[in-house]
C-alpha cells in the first residue's frame, strides 16, 4: 500500500498486491486491483495470468479459462499461462485437456513429456480419485528426478485422498519456505484438509522464517 500510494501507477506493485488480496481469500478486492493494473497494462501477459489465477482461486474457471486463452492468442509459448490452463481443466473435471495443458507447460520448460501409464491412466480416469491418483504417481515419478515441490506434492495427496501424507508434504512446505504456502488459506487443491484440526494448528502457527534463513 506504501509502494502504491508512492506510486499509483506502479504496475508489479499491483499485481502483487491482487495476489496477497486472493491469498487471504479476498477475491473481488482482488480482482479490482488487478483490473486497475490492467488499465496501465493491458497486454502484460504476466498481469492476465494472476486475473486469471484470481479466478481460478475464486472458483471461476471459465472466466480463468477465457482469459488464459487470451494471454495464449498473443503469446502461446507463456509456460505460466498453462500452468493455470491446467489447474482449471483440473477443478472443471476436464482430465485429457488438463494433462495436455500439463505437458504442453512441460515441453515449453524443456522438461521431460514422455507419455506414461501414470499419465494414461489420468486422462482416461473417469472419477476424481482415480485421476489424482494416477497424477500423484506421475509427479512421484518425476520428483525423483527433477526434485520435490513440497506444497504441490501436498495438494495432490489431498486430492487424491490422503490428509496424512498431504498435512507431511504441508509441514515440509512450511519448514522449506516454499512460496506458495501464502496461498495454503485459497488453493482449491487443499479444500479437503480444511477441517482437519492440523491444517488449523498450520495455518495458525504460519511458516515465520528464522532470522539466520534471511538473506541480506
Known sequence: ????????????????YAEYLAANNRHDEALDEIHKALALDPLSPIVNVVKAKILYLAGRHDEALATLNEVLALDPQFAEAWEYVKRAHDQRGAYRDA????????????????ETPP??????????????????????????????????????????????????????ACR?????????????????????????????????????????
Open 176 to 216: 522449506e519456505n516454499d512460496f506458495l504456502m501464502v496461498y495454503a488459506a485459497s488453493m482449491p487443491n487443499l479444500a479437503p484438509l480444511r477441517g482437519e484440526p492440523r491444517f488449523a494448528r498450520i495455518m495458525k502457527r504460519g511458516c515465520a522464517v528464522a532470522p539466520s534463513q534471511i538473506r541480506q
Open 1 to 16: 500500500r506504501l509502494a502504491l500510494q508512492a506510486n499509483p501507477r506502479y504496475v508489479t506493485g499491483r499485481q502483487w
Open 119 to 172: 499419465l494414461a491412466a489420468a486422462i482416461g480416469a473417469q472419477d476424481a480419485r482415480t485421476y489424482w491418483q494416477a497424477r500423484l504417481q506421475q509427479e512421484l515419478l518425476e520428483a525423483r528426478l527433477e526434485g520435490f515441490l513440497p506444497f504441490e506434492l501436498a495438494e495432490l495427496h489431498a486430492q487424491a485422498g490422503d490428509p496424512g501424507p498431504a498435512l507431511d508434504w504441508l509441514e515440509r
Open 99 to 114: 494433462i495436455d495443458a500439463r505437458q504442453t507447460r512441460r515441453r515449453l520448460l524443456g522438461l521431460d513429456t514422455t
